[in-house]
């Protein structure tokens, strides 16, 4: 309950922190997407990681608050780079399922376009396997919504749910990203090097562009360019750093 209430605390006085991970695009060689990743700077503990809180922030159902202030912090970050420079990139941010059940949620997310003056085609939404998997009509009107507005949608931690690839045809998604294990089990296990290029090959012949999460050695690396793989994020290239470094990085990338 203390968590509870300090959480409630930190989103009211602007504590939460997005830091931003960039993803390489391996035919440019370029920077040109980035995952939001929320932080919580605490009075006390000091950086806490999503994993400390985001059960609670479910559980208490305070992650719709938390999730439209990430959101906006995407958005803003993603922004400056576009008007600013010094170059553009695509911003994803994860959502939680009791944001894409949320009636108007769509709305929310043109509003936050709006109020940043930021272009629809630069912002991404990392969705689920299981939130795709539900048959819900405010979440069915929301992706459509969404769609219309511009904005793309990606599949997070693909191939660890227990959902059939329907929602692939049913839904407008543009990305999948491969879950981390797949990849950290490449070059070890011959299963996983199967599975990894039969999900790029799927990916391509859906016209979906394929994201590989957890990139952590040069030897993936070699493996996912010799597949294929649109883009890769990881340790390999960058931990999760905070929009200045970001910045850094990416102007050394030009
Ligand atoms: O940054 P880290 O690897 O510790 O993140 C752990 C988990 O927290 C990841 O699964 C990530 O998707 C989730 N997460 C990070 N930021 C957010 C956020 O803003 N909203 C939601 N819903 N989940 C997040
Ligand atoms: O579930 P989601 O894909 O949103 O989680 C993203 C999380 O993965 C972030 O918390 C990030 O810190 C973590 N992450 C990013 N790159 C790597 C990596 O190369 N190795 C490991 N083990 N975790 C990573
Ligand atoms: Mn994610
Ligand atoms: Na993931």
């Not at 370029?30 to 000091?46: C, F, N």
């Not at 376009?113 to 085609?121: I, K, Q, V």
């Not at 769609?147 to 793309?152: D, M, N, P, R, T």
Request: charged share 20%.
């Amino acid at each position: 309950l203390q968590l509870e209430n300090q959480l409630r605390k930190a989103i009211d006085e602007q504590q939460l922190m997005v830091h931003f991970q960039p993803k390489l695009h391996l035919a440019s060689d370029r920077i040109r997407s980035a995952e939001a990743l929320v932080r919580w700077q605490h009075p006390i503990r000091g950086i806490m990681m999503p994993g400390d809180f985001i059960s609670i922030a479910e559980e208490t159902g305070l992650i719709v608050a938390l999730g439209e202030q990430v959101l906006n912090a995407a958005c803003a970050q993603a922004s400056r780079w576009c008007h600013q420079g010094p170059a553009s990139v695509v911003v994803s941010v994860n959502l939680s399922v009791q944001q894409l059940r949320q009636e108007g949620f769509a709305s929310r997310v043109r509003q936050a376009l709006e109020r940043h003056n930021l272009p629809a085609r630069l912002l991404e939404l990392e969705l689920t396997e299981s939130m795709l998997a539900e048959h819900s009509e405010a979440i069915v009107d929301n992706i459509n919504a969404l769609q219309a507005l511009g904005v793309s949608l990606s599949v997070d931690d693909f191939g660890t749910g227990y959902s059939s690839l329907a929602y692939l045809k049913r839904f407008p998604i543009s990305t999948l990203k491969i879950d981390r294990a797949f990849i950290a089990a490449l070059n070890d296990a011959p299963g996983d090097d199967a599975i990894v290029r039969a999900v790029i090959a799927m990916a391509h012949s859906l016209s979906l562009q394929v994201v590989a999460e957890g990139v952590e050695t040069e030897a993936q690396l070699q493996f996912l360019k010799e597949n294929g793989c649109d883009d890769v994020q990881g340790y390999l290239i960058s931990r999760p750093i905070d929009a200045e470094t970001f910045t850094t990085l990416l102007e050394q990338s030009q």
